[in-house]
C-alpha cells in the first residue's frame, strides 16, 4: 500500500519489526490496549468512545493472533486486578511478563494507544517472552481519524505488516 493509499484509508503508518527473534511458543496472553492521553488530568479515565475503541482494537489483535499465527490465546482477565494495580502495563517496567508467565503464557502481547489530539492516535503493539521479558516484536502506526474503521485497520494493518510480517518460527 502506498503512503498516499495509506493516507486516504485514514492512518499514515510508521513502526519497525524486530526481526530475528524466535517465537515458537504456543500460548499469549493479549492484555487489553491501553490508552496513553498525555492531555487529560491525572486520575482522568477513558472516553466511553474510546474505551469502546480500545475494546475493539484488543479483540481485532487477539483475533488475528489466534487465526493467523496459531497461537492460543490465555485469558488475562484473572489478573485484571494485578493489571489495574501494576499498571498501565506500558509503563511498568516489564511486569506485563511476570503476570503473563503467571498465567502460563509463553508470550505476553501488550498494546496502547497514544492519544495525540482529537483525530491523531499512535498505535503501539509489543510482543515479548514471557520468561524473560525481552522484546520480540513490535510495531507502530498513525491514526489519522477516530472512528471504529479506522482503528479497527489501523490494528490489522500492524499484525499483518510488523507483527506477523514474517512467519513466526515453528508456525511456517
Not at 496472553?29 to 482522568?44: C, H, K, Q, T, W
Not at 480500545?54 to 489466534?66: F, G, N, P, Q, S
Amino acid at each position: 500500500m502506498s503512503l498516499r493509499a495509506a493516507t486516504a484509508c485514514g492512518f499514515v503508518a510508521l513502526g519497525a519489526t524486530l526481526p530475528g527473534a524466535a517465537l515458537a511458543a504456543e500460548k499469549a496472553a493479549v492484555f487489553p490496549v491501553e490508552l496513553f492521553d498525555p492531555g487529560a488530568s491525572y486520575g482522568a479515565r477513558a472516553r466511553p468512545a474510546d474505551t469502546k475503541k480500545l475494546t475493539l482494537v484488543t479483540d481485532e489483535l487477539r483475533k488475528a493472533l489466534h487465526d493467523q499465527a496459531g497461537l492460543d490465546i490465555v485469558d488475562t482477565t484473572p489478573k485484571a486486578d494485578t493489571v489495574a494495580k501494576d499498571g498501565p502495563l506500558y509503563k511498568c517496567n516489564g511486569c506485563a511478563a511476570d503476570i503473563g508467565k503467571s498465567l502460563g503464557a509463553d508470550l505476553v502481547v501488550t498494546g496502547y494507544v497514544e492519544k495525540g489530539s482529537g483525530q491523531i492516535f499512535n498505535l503501539n503493539v509489543t510482543i515479548a517472552e514471557a520468561e524473560t521479558g525481552k522484546v520480540v516484536r513490535g510495531g507502530q502506526v498513525t491514526i489519522r481519524a477516530d472512528t471504529d474503521d479506522t482503528w479497527a485497520h489501523a490494528m490489522r494493518w500492524v499484525v499483518k505488516n510488523r507483527l506477523l510480517a514474517e512467519p513466526l518460527p515453528g508456525k511456517s
